[in-house]
């Protein structure tokens, strides 16, 4: 399904006064913030914060209990979630959620599934415009096989790989549905130095390389730092600073809500 941007709409992403809770607990607080086209945002804040609760509001795994969020111009709340994908929407997760019976081929190329036109009965009849589907999502997933250096594994099962390899190949499939927003939630967790400095690079390189937008959870801070344009920081259900990873390394709010208030 392909959705039209409407025209002069700036930021994809507007999160506005979003609230949840989940019986006696606030989730989510008011939190409102945007995320211009062509940027890294990264959202952080300490454990329980509310941002994987809020990367669910996204893609539609939690339905907010109000507030808006409007992706490239159009309510996501009006849109069935089994769609957001489709839309230009795509997303990874804490624990690589790959299918271990497949190779790392097979898991990127299922990721682009959701883009096909064809139908029940077209996909029976082998019609050609099956045939033009299956060809140009063959061809993409060549390409992000080389974008993301996965060559090597590309024909080996998913259990036979590195962590951080089993990531990178969830990083390509988020990748196959040629999504205008990537959200990637905690893609440093599990990884060593040397791998966080890799997936730093690759970050910049796939927003350079193939303009897509990233919404970034992550604990990682020096990570984060280097590949942001700007920081959201959640505190309890709430923002509590917005800016550049400057401005809120040095925010006194940040601060305490990680290290505590001095007495």
């Known amino acids: 399904m392909s959705i039209p941007s409407p025209p002069g709409a700036s930021a994809l992403l507007t999160v506005n006064d979003i609230r949840l809770r989940f019986g006696g607990v ?3 607080d008011g939190v409102s913030f945007t995320v211009e086209r062509g940027t890294v945002c990264g959202l952080i804040g300490p454990n329980g ?3 994987t609760t809020l990367f669910n509001c996204l893609s539609r795994l939690c339905r907010a209990d109000s507030g808006t969020i409007v992706f490239d111009g159009h309510s996501l709340f009006d849109l069935p979630a089994h769609i957001i994908a489709s839309i230009g929407i795509g997303r990874t997760f804490q624990n690589p959620a790959l299918f271990d019976s497949m190779t790392a081929r097979e898991n990127i190329a299922i990721g682009g599934q959701c883009c096909s036109s064809g139908g029940i009965l077209a996909n029976m009849l082998r019609l050609p415009v099956i045939r033009r589907e299956e060809n140009a999502l063959a061809q993409r997933t ?4 080389g974008s ?7 024909d080996r099962p998913v259990t036979e790989l590195t962590f951080a390899t089993r990531k990178r190949v969830e990083f ?5 549905v040629e999504p205008k927003l990537l959200l990637l939630d905690e893609p440093a967790g599990g990884l060593n130095h040397e791998e966080v400095d890799r997936l730093c690079d690759l970050i910049t390189r ?5 303009g897509v937008t990233v919404l970034l959870v992550e604990h990682h801070m020096n990570m984060v730092a280097r590949v942001s344009d700007k920081v959201v920081v959640l505190n309890f259900g709430r ?4 800016g550049t990873p400057a401005e809120v390394q040095r925010n006194q709010d940040v601060v305490e809500a990680y290290l505590g208030r001095a007495s």
């Open 239 to 242: 923002k509590i600073a917005e």
């Open 26 to 28: 606030v989730a989510l």
């Open 142 to 145: 060549d390409v992000l096989l």
């Open 172 to 176: 390509a499939r988020a990748l196959a």
């Open 206 to 210: 796939v927003r350079d390389t193939f």
């Open 148 to 154: 993301l250096a996965l060559q090597f594994c590309a």
């Open 49 to 51: 914060a509310g941002k």
